[in-house]
Nanobody
């Protein structure tokens, strides 16, 4: 089993920045991909960004140039640096982890709220 704990959400004005963190614990050796998803009210959960254990990244088109995903394997932590935030980024952000060879995510955190508002 793997446990994921997110932190770093909050209220920020448009144009501002936030950094989310997700710390993994448990059987982390089984994990290859870690990622961030988000879900806004009335919308489906969508991929924001993900990163493999070796550092290959994938970002949604809507956040390219504004968000950066990074990972510190020694700390079992993945980060999401979010810059130039706008109201459309308001959502609950979830950290997920995927085992080696799996197509779908196996573990999820509890989510952290990000609200962009003036």
């Amino acid at each position: 089993q793997v446990q994921l704990v997110e932190s770093g959400g909050g209220l920020v004005q448009p144009g501002g920045s936030l950094r989310l963190s997700c710390v993994a614990s448990g059987s982390i050796i089984t994990i290859n991909v870690m990622g961030w998803y988000r879900q806004a009210p009335g919308k489906e959960r969508e991929l924001v960004a993900d990163i493999t254990r070796t550092g290959s990244t994938n970002l949604a088109d809507s956040v390219k140039g504004r968000f950066t995903i990074s990972r510190d394997n020694a700390k079992s932590t993945v980060y999401l640096q979010m810059n130039s935030l706008n109201t459309e980024d308001t959502a609950v952000y979830y950290c997920g982890a995927k085992k080696w060879g799996n197509r779908w995510y196996d573990y999820w955190g509890q989510g952290t709220q990000v609200t962009v508002s003036s």
